[in-house]
């Protein structure tokens, strides 16, 4: 009996050690794979100081500087102006000798002489005396006066000896106020005595009788 004892506890010693040693290999097989997974994934760090050295560019060289040369200032000179033409010596003209069969110049004619008052036609002048008359006699209507009016009227009337008649309106000035004073005006003039040689004849006179302010 002891020693079937021994054998059982011997198989299981074997057995336990199977065990472990099995489970170390998984174990190791488990930590070698997890560690190969791990290294693919993790990035590989690069360090710069291992890399070479860039060229670096060449640098141009330095321009050279342009000499700029100062201009020297030319001196002006005053414009040349031209000189004027000298004007030829005066040639003296000979004085031209009248001929003997040239013509005399006409002399011009006298202006003509204004008619004297008595080359005057004397009915005219007396019909010009007639008509101050009638217009110094006028009187200008007071109320015509305040509203402006102006125009003249043409009378037509009879003289003999001085004595005025058969006054009438020939044209009308477009106020019969003014029309009214003409008239008055022809009634009431003082008229001189017709000139020597026209005679006492009844004669007829137009005047135009004037209406200003």
Not at 35 to 62: G, R, S, Y
Not at 64 to 82: N, T
Not at 97 to 107: D, G, H, I, L
Not at 129 to 140: D, E, F, I, N
């Amino acid at each position: 009996m002891a020693g079937r004892d021994d054998l059982q506890a011997l198989g299981w010693a074997l057995m336990l050690e199977l065990l472990l040693l099995a489970g170390t290999v998984v174990l190791i097989h488990v930590v070698s794979y997890f560690h190969t997974e791990v290294m693919a994934k993790a990035p590989t760090t690069i360090q710069l100081n291992d890399l070479p050295d860039e060229p670096k560019p060449a640098l141009p060289p330095p321009p050279v500087p342009k000499r700029v040369e100062k201009a020297v200032p030319q001196p002006v000179q005053p414009p040349v102006m031209p000189k004027a033409p000298e004007s030829p010596p005066p040639v003296p003209v000979p004085e031209a000798t009248p001929s003997p069969f040239a013509e005399k110049p006409t002399p011009p004619l006298p202006p003509p002489t204004p008619p004297s008052h008595s080359q005057a036609d004397p009915m005219e002048t007396y019909r010009a005396l007639v008509k101050a008359a009638v217009q110094a006699a006028l009187v200008y209507p007071e109320a015509a006066g305040d509203m402006r009016f102006t125009g003249r009227s043409r009378v037509r009337f009879h003289l003999q000896q001085g004595l005025q008649s058969g006054a009438l309106i020939l044209v009308s000035c477009g106020v019969n106020m003014l029309d009214r004073a003409a008239l008055q005006a022809v009634r009431s003039a003082r008229y001189p005595a017709p000139p020597e040689g026209l005679g006492d004849q009844d004669r007829s006179f137009e005047v135009w009788v004037e209406f200003r302010q």
